[in-house]
């Protein structure tokens, strides 16, 4: 194919004038039908054959096409009555008051002008002049009743005289209000020929049942042409004035809303289902029109889309495609003489990955099937090109929207899996803040030599391990991961040798090191089977608490990649550990040590087992005893306050009422029974409780979750405050007006475990719906801030010299980030560890 | 009316929120945009009706040195070219 390659050097806009819209018409349009009952396109209809064919089988009486060859001519509609066109009142507007209406130039002197810079500056100055500066004739003021009705001295000004008057304005004024003459003469826009768009681009519907759907665009042309011809036959029989009037302003509405079907002020045109038409605006604007939707929007072949699963035994690295999938998808390999023997035997297989066609170097593909394969393998050389479907180590860049940051796109190494789910290692869920309650996501396969190495070079999973936001770890062990860190590696934990082996060989390790507890293995030393043999590291776990396990498990000290001291949880995972194994040793081995830790964890954590049950939330009796007491203690404190609030005797916050300081001291009253019962329910809890063993290691959860579930619920709030509304001056029917009391205004003394009652829960819902709708809202309003931001920042980039340049080389910052700092090589916001490096 | 009378133009330059800006001799101009690569037209532009370029007397075609508080870099230079 040939190809051209030009600059564009500048796009002009103009109004099409009457003259243009008739020497590019094919044919004037009378008939406001379509087909006549034969279903034949009617001469001078809407479907007239002069604009195109929308129907097979018929030739274009303009440029003699078919159907798919034929590019749609336009038409046009002659108005017995000019109309405004609703998008350039405004211009009009502007226009009739600024200027004379006897001498037609500008209602300023010419210093005056001389000294404005805009138009807008023109308009506001001249406007309300009431006497021509050049010819002194007196100026009537003009108004603009919305959408197109003009009056002076409010008398209707019609159409026709406007553009009579405009008409006279000459060229140099236009000039001064920044309107090129040649390409849009203001009276262009008062139409009196309506262009008539091709056939084919309003294409009529047909229905299974035979019927025909005509497109909005031609269901308002119709309107126009009636009530065009409407007018014209009363005005041949010399209707009144009123009648004529009406039509004229009828055929307003029609040609208005045929351009904008959004105008506010009039009411839409609709479909006789009562749907508003979509018309010319509607069809280029907004998210959905042809702009955003048709020209923006792309979209592509090769790729592949389905719900994800987990699949902890897969390498972060690789992605589970289906076998469906794998056959469907197929990927262009070059033919050369060093794989060319290796390729055949895509061609000879008989079970995928089989070859599905072989291209030629002049263009030409044919098909591999049994039949054609002999030949293919005796006819294919070096230059050929084969294309087969996908296998185990294919590269594909896997993607989740919405696709917020580079790391939503990263590339993966392909594994055909039966089944019908795309599977992902439950690691790399952070980055593309995936789960799996659903969500689906999509492949592309890479179709270039060029394309495949640059994802595999620049996108693979393992070089993203490290977020370029702030310099941490985005890919890591997360939930059971820790869980079963913990489990295996703290103090006491040991195996037995069976088990030490299968653990160890889940990570792909056969080399058994000596027992260290008696003839069992501690969870630490085969963990420290996976980590480097030269580490050294010392760090606080996240159990870590002063006193209580600082010169234990809640200190880590790694020694010549020996775990010496501490436990495995979300500190190692997602901090110090992966952290500098990565920067340490690089993307291949902090893959390696990913793979091969979260493996054996929860190889381990199998034989264990860990669960949560129903004693997990379970509080002794003095516990319970405790928790209700604290409850009862701060329910006599509100009331005390509330006491006081009655007797005047409150101080006030500054800056806030009497009411809102009362509101702020029980509120603060009530939050503090919740941590502290709290505070009771986990202090009362046994080591080993899962639940705890899950919040405190950093897997799941929080201590608040725990209380909520075990102690009580706590104090809803609706608007942040408390619940105050449904009825007058109480909450629900169930409670005296004004009263103040905990439990009428969102208390909820009940715990998850006990359940709430009827009250309770209403307020726990009405909690639960603000927190829906809020995110809702939320997650919409940021969508379009992103939107925004990104369409500002599109263009700025760095370059060689660390300047911030945007499109047009213009400097935005002297130097990256004002220190010239990659947060990606940071550690978490800061430039340099320094206590690393003094260590 | 919109807007306030300022009392005395150089009472800003003296607000914690405004940095120093300092107008450049030609020669260090010419230096600033050779070491940056850049033309005029490239650089940051500032308007000779800015308070802060009123108040240093800044004419088209200074290039100011702003000397600014930097969260990252502690204090960072920036330049801008009065337009």
């Known amino acids: ?839 | 009316m919109r807007g306030y009378n300022l009392v005395d133009s150089e009472i800003i330059l003296k607000h914690k929120l405004v940095p120093e800006h300092e107008i450049l001799s030609e020669k260090e101009k010419k230096k600033v945009l050779k070491e940056h690569n850049a033309t005029e037209e490239q650089m940051p532009r500032i308007r000779k009706d800015d308070p802060v370029a009123k108040a240093i007397g800044a004419e088209k075609g200074d290039l100011l040195r702003i000397k600014r508080n930097s969260i990252t870099a502690g204090e960072s230079t920036y330049y801008r070219i009065v337009v």
């Open chain 1, 1 to 839: 194919m040939e190809t051209y390659s030009k600059k564009i050097g500048s796009i002009k806009f103009g109004i099409l004038s009457p003259e243009q819209i008739r020497s590019t018409s094919q044919t004037r349009i009378v008939t406001p039908d379509t087909y006549d009952e034969d279903g034949y396109p009617i001469e001078g209809g809407l479907m007239d054959l002069h604009l195109g064919v929308v129907n097979p089988g018929l030739r274009c009486k303009t440029c003699g096409g078919r159907m798919g060859t034929c590019p749609g001519h336009l038409g046009h509609i002659e108005l017995v009555r000019p109309v405004v066109h609703v998008s350039y009142a405004k211009i009009i507007y502007n226009l009739l008051r600024s200027t004379c209406k006897d001498c037609n130039k500008i209602l300023l002197s010419d210093e005056k002008v001389e000294g404005l810079e805009t138009k807008r500056d023109i308009v506001r100055k001249a406007k309300n002049r009431s006497k021509c500066p050049h010819c002194g004739e007196k100026q009537s003021k003009i108004k603009l009743d919305r959408p197109t009705n003009f009056y002076e001295n409010d008398q209707r000004i019609l159409p026709s005289e406007i553009r009579e008057r405009i008409e006279k304005i000459p060229d140099e004024v236009l000039r001064q209000f920044n309107i090129d003459p040649e390409y849009a003469r203001p009276e262009w826009a008062i139409l009196s020929v309506l262009p008539v768009p091709p056939a084919n681009s309003r294409p009529s519907i047909t229905l299974q049942s035979g019927a025909r759907s005509e497109d909005d665009l031609t269901h308002k042309l119709v309107d126009i042409l009636r009530i065009n011809q409407r007018l014209r036959d009363n005005l041949s029989a010399g209707a009144p004035q009123l009648i004529i009037e009406d039509l004229w302003d009828l055929l307003q509405y029609h040609v208005s809303t045929y351009f904008d079907n959004e105008i506010s002020g009039i009411p839409p045109a609709r479909h006789r289902s009562g749907r508003p038409l979509k018309t010319l605006k509607q069809r280029l604007k907004g998210k959905e029109g042809r702009f955003r939707y048709n020209l923006s929007g792309k979209r592509v072949n090769f790729s592949a889309r389905t719900v994800i699963t987990p699949d902890p035994q897969i390498s972060i690295n690789e992605v589970g495609v289906p076998e469906t999938i794998a056959e469907e998808l197929t990927t262009p390999i070059p033919i050369t003489s060093w794989n060319i023997d290796n390729l055949k035997k895509y061609i000879k297989r008989e079970k995928p990955p089989k070859a599905e066609y072989v291209k030629k170097p002049d263009g030409r593909r044919k098909k591999v099937t049994p039949e054609t394969k002999e030949a293919i393998l005796e006819e294919i050389e070096p230059g050929y090109l084969l294309e087969r479907q996908l296998e185990d180590g294919d590269v594909i860049v896997f993607n989740r929207q919405p696709s917020l940051h580079r790391i939503s796109m990263m590339a993966h190494k392909v594994k055909v899996l039966p089944g019908k789910t795309l599977r992902l290692n439950p690691c790399v869920c952070p980055p593309y803040n995936a789960d799996f309650d659903g969500d689906e996501m999509n492949l592309h396969l890479p179709q270039t030599e060029e394309a495949k190495a640059e994802a595999l070079n620049l996108m693979l999973v393992q070089d993203q391990i490290i977020t370029p936001r702030y310099g941490r770890p985005i890919i890591y062990g997360n939930q059971d991961f820790v869980s079963a860190g913990y489990e295996v590696t703290k103090e006491g934990t040991t195996f037995k040798k069976t088990i030490a082996k299968k653990m160890l060989a889940a990570a792909d390790i056969y080399k058994l090191p000596e027992p260290d507890a008696g003839d069992e293995y501690s969870g630490k030393l085969l963990f420290s089977q996976v980590l480097p043999d030269d580490l050294n590291l010392g760090y606080k776990a996240t159990i870590h608490e002063e006193g209580v396990n600082e010169d234990a498990d809640g200190t880590v000290v790694i020694e010549d990649g020996l775990l010496k001291q501490g436990v495995i949880d979300k500190e190692s995972f997602q901090g110090k550990l992966m952290d500098r194994i990565f920067r340490k040793y690089g993307a291949d081995r902090a893959r390696e040590f990913l793979n091969k830790a979260t493996k054996l964890v929860i190889t381990g954590l199998m034989e264990k087992g860990f669960t949560v049950s129903f004693k997990d939330i379970e509080l002794p009796e003095e516990t319970e005893e405790e928790i209700n007491n604290k409850i009862e203690e701060g329910k006599e404190k509100v009331d005390e306050l509330i006491g006081k609030y009655e007797e005047e005797e409150l101080k006030r916050i500054p800056g806030k009422t009497r009411k809102e300081t009362l509101e702020a001291r029980i509120m603060s009253e009530l939050g503090k029974i919740r941590t502290e019962s709290g505070e009771l329910a986990k202090n009362s809890m046994e080591e080993g409780n899962y639940m705890l063993t899950m919040s405190r290691v950093g897997a799941r959860g929080s201590i608040l979750n725990i209380t909520q579930m075990s102690a009580l619920l706590g104090q809803q709030a609706v608007r942040g405050g408390r619940i105050l509304r449904g009825y007058k001056d109480r909450s629900l029917p169930h409670f005296k007006k004004g009263d103040m009391g905990v439990e009428s205004r969102g208390f909820v003394k009940s715990s998850l475990k006990d359940g709430l009652n009827s009250t309770e829960f209403f307020f726990h819902s009405m909690g639960g719906r603000e927190g829906l709708v809020d995110k809702g809202i939320r997650t919409a309003k940021s969508g379009y801030m992103q939107r925004r931001l990104i369409h500002a920042l599109q263009d700025i980039n760095l370059k060689q010299d660390k300047t911030v340049r945007d499109a047009k080389n213009r400097i935005v910052q002297f130097k990256y980030g004002e220190d010239g700092v990659d947060p990606m090589k940071c550690i978490g916001y800061k430039p340099i560890d320094y206590k690393e490096v003094t260590e």
